[in-house]
């Protein structure tokens, strides 16, 4: 149980276009989804919360504009890059807990490889 | 502000020892604690954790202690196995809300 699927896992795109990266819960429903960033050989960096429903809440530092957050349902939430640039080359993982509860895990999808050229 | 940190960046333990990964936090109010594995160009899977109001818990190979006073967690496996290869997070939260990620150790076990 507790899966987490995401998709593309991975993705190359041209410099300005805009890419979405699908994240589904496949056998729990999710009210709040996690997104993660990580640089080679560091740490993931939570970068938003996803809240089914509402608007997400996004870390200190990371542009909400350029990097949109859908959650439409609740097996379902979105992160939409837009006008990719180089540096937003990464790997981007999403997250849920798979139960409510005061501490219960969080389950990762397997990520999306993005370069932009 | 790394409130979760893992200072040692890699570890090499021989095939059947004990392999000892070590976390240091900085923020009091963290209340459940976590240990995550990472193969390269996955996603992280979840492995053990421990709420603050323990110092240990045990799950097969895999045991972690938490001393509270020094705000420092340890991850030990034993026996350490090849396919214990990967990078190990320390992970932390607060209340179940968002959980923040030590920079990873990358454990090597050799055969």
């Known amino acids: 149980g507790a899966v987490v699927s995401q998709h593309p896992s991975w993705v190359i795109c041209k410099s300005g276009t805009s890419v979405k990266i699908e994240c589904r819960s496949l056998?729990?429903?999710?009210?709040?989804m996690f997104w993660y960033r990580q640089f080679p050989k560091q740490s993931l960096m939570l970068m938003a919360t996803s809240n089914e429903g509402s608007k997400a809440t996004y870390e200190q530092g990371v542009e909400k504009d350029k990097f949109l957050i859908n959650h439409a349902s609740l097996t379902l939430s979105t992160l939409t890059v837009t006008s990719a640039h180089p540096e937003d080359s990464s790997f981007y993982i999403c997250s849920a807990r798979d139960r409510l509860g005061y501490n219960s895990p969080l389950h990762f999808g397997n990520g999306t490889r993005l370069t932009v050229t | 502000d790394q409130q979760v940190k893992q200072n040692s960046p890699s570890l090499s333990v021989q095939e059947g020892r004990i392999s000892i990964l070590n976390c240091d936090y900085t923020?009091?109010?963290?209340?459940?604690f976590l240990w995550y594995k990472k193969y390269p160009a996955e996603g992280p899977t979840f492995l053990i954790s421990?709420?603050?109001?323990?110092d240990k818990n045990e799950d097969g190979r895999f045991t972690v202690f938490l001393n509270k006073s020094a705000k420092h967690l340890s991850l030990h496996i034993v026996p350490s196995q090849p396919g214990d290869s990967a990078v190990y997070f320390c992970?932390?939260?607060?209340?179940?809300?968002?959980?923040?990620f030590g920079a990873g150790t990358r454990l090597f076990v050799k055969a």
């Open positions: 923020n009091s109010m963290f209340d459940y």
């Open positions: 992970a932390a939260s607060t209340g179940g809300f968002k959980t923040i």
């Open positions: 056998d729990f429903q999710a009210t709040t």
């Open positions: 421990i709420s603050s109001i323990k």
